[in-house]
Every structure is written in structure tokens, then in C-alpha cells.
Nanobody, 112 residues
Framework: VQLVESGGGLVQPGGSLTLSCASS??????MNWVCQSPGKGLEWVSA????????DYADSVKGRFTVSSDNAKNTVFLHLNSLKSVDTALYYC????????WGQGTQVTVSS
């Protein structure tokens, strides 16, 4: 399966972005969002069940980020609100509970 992320960019603190992860094929996967900040390791951010239910979030993003999906388009979204400079990172989607498949990442930069 191929995953393609999009939607990253430069945004001011307090701003919003929506990231997309489009999955090839027809299989619906449990999907994770993972980020990597400069000089740091990978950090799990959020996940959503294959049927679009059962969302989960890291404590650092609860109340600010929302994960959703459009199963008809086999696409998962991560809505980033109230962005902070610490949210600056390369954001990946990774399919399956065992993180079997990864996209190439999309860069989010939060800066004034």
C-alpha cells in the first residue's frame, strides 16, 4: 500500500492546518499519525480505526488536533488547531497497528 501525505506548510502560532493521508488500494487500515521534530525521535500523535471510529490522541495534542477519515476516498485527515511552535515537525501517516506502511511525510512549520 502507498500512503501520500499532503497539507503541510508554514503557519503562525495559533493557526490551523489540515493534513491529508491518501491510501492506495481499497483496503481500509487503522491509521496512525506520527511526527518527528528537528533533532528528536518519532512521536506518536493520533490514530483512527479502519472504520473511522475509535480515535485516540497523545496528551500533547488532545483538544487541539482532531483525526477523521473519508472511507469512500480512503483518506485520513489530521486537523491541527491552536498550533504552537513545538508542533513544528515532519508529520507521517503510518498504516496498521504495527505501523507497517509509511508515507513520505509532510512538513509543518509553526513560526511567526
Amino acid at each position: 500500500v502507498q500512503l501520500v501525505e499532503s497539507g503541510g506548510g508554514l503557519v503562525q502560532p495559533g493557526g490551523s492546518l489540515t493534513l491529508s493521508c491518501a491510501s492506495s488500494g481499497s483496503t481500509l487500515y487503522y491509521m496512525n499519525w506520527v511526527c518527528q521534530s528537528p533533532g528528536k525521535g518519532l512521536e506518536w500523535v493520533s490514530a483512527i480505526g479502519s472504520d473511522g471510529s475509535g480515535t485516540d490522541y497523545a496528551d500533547s495534542v488532545k483538544g487541539r488536533f482532531t483525526v477523521s477519515s473519508d472511507n469512500a476516498k480512503n483518506t485520513v485527515f489530521l486537523h491541527l488547531n491552536s498550533l504552537k511552535s513545538v508542533d513544528t515537525a515532519l508529520y507521517y501517516c503510518a498504516a496498521a497497528t504495527t505501523f507497517d506502511y509509511w508515507g513520505q511525510g509532510t512538513q509543518v512549520t509553526v513560526s511567526s
